[in-house]
């Protein structure tokens, strides 16, 4: 019943939303942008579930983000937002709800047309040092935070390699004063 009720809530609250998240990073001291279209459908009678044994409850899978890809969508019971990595994994919390995967969406759209900066693990530790951040509680959970000023964002999430998890930072500045408080931390 708990799953029956979960899945009429997410298609009632969420079925039919469309929309399209812009981003940019740095990779390999080159400027990537990439635009990913996001639909919140449930799947109907044809909606696969699962029991989670190891969090109790269940999950079910989703449209989700239109792109390629070996993992599933999943919504869990617990209201969380989910993937399995590989299409047979476990679950693997990604967000710990709906509406905080949108706000991280909106925000990751937002900076999309700042200038991203390359951060390795030294200036990942210097980024806290850039003053005037405040926490963005909508869009931050326990794996990913966002911190914003009117001209600086940064965003810190740990990756989803089970065996392998670690922390990383993006960083995005616009105008000439954000450009140079970031330039002070980093060096560059």
């Excluded at 109907?44 to 044994?53: E, H, L, S, Y």
């Excluded at 969380?80 to 476990?90: A, C, E, L, R, W």
């Excluded at 966002?146 to 600086?152: F, G, I, M, P, Y």
Aim: hydrophobic residues 35%.
């Amino acid at each position: 019943m708990e799953l029956i009720i979960r899945c009429e809530g997410f298609e009632q609250r969420f079925g039919g939303l469309r929309y399209e998240v812009r981003s940019t990073r740095v990779v390999n001291e080159d400027r990537y942008e990439a635009v990913r279209r996001w639909e919140y459908d449930h799947l109907g009678v044809r909606t696969r579930a699962w029991q989670d044994p190891a969090r109790g409850g269940w999950y079910f899978e989703w449209s989700g983000e239109r792109v390629s890809k070996p993992c599933r969508d999943l919504i869990h019971t617990d209201g969380s937002v989910g993937t399995d990595i590989d299409g047979g994994s476990p679950y693997l919390p990604i967000a710990p709800s709906v509406p905080h995967l949108i706000e991280s969406h909106a925000l990751t759209d937002i900076v999309s047309t700042w200038k991203p900066w390359l951060v390795g693990s030294l200036g990942a530790s210097a980024v806290t040092l850039l003053d005037g951040l405040v926490e963005v509680p909508e869009a931050s959970w326990g794996s990913s935070r966002w911190r914003l000023s009117d001209t600086v964002a940064v965003m810190d999430y740990v990756t989803w390699d089970r065996k392998n998890p670690r922390r990383s930072t993006l960083v995005w500045s616009r105008d000439e004063a954000g450009h140079r408080q970031v330039r002070a931390v980093l060096g560059g």
